[in-house]
């Protein structure tokens, strides 16, 4: 996996824009293919374990 480095400096300009530094922190781009194999087998990995956590939690609620 590469790793993404981002200056930690921001401008005159970027703080007058009225976005905080959260807000630009999610509209980063992001260097992942989507088409790679393990990406796929990643996401269903990830979306297997929260259907487990969503059925956990509905089952805890139920309760």
């Given at each position: 996996?590469?790793?993404?480095?981002?200056?930690?400096?921001?401008?005159?300009?970027?703080?007058?824009?009225?976005?905080?530094?959260?807000?630009?922190?999610?509209q980063?781009?992001?260097?992942?293919?989507?088409?790679?194999?393990?990406?796929?087998?990643?996401?269903?990995?990830?979306?297997?374990?929260?259907r487990k956590?969503?059925?956990?939690?509905?089952?805890?609620?139920?309760s």
């Amino acid at each position: 996996m590469s790793e993404r480095q981002s200056s930690g400096a921001t401008s005159v300009k970027d703080k007058k824009s009225g976005e905080s530094d959260d807000q630009k922190k999610v509209q980063e781009d992001f260097d992942i293919d989507m088409e790679a194999p393990e990406t796929e087998r990643a996401a269903v990995a990830i979306q297997s374990q929260f259907r487990k956590f969503q059925k956990k939690k509905q089952g805890a609620d139920d309760s």
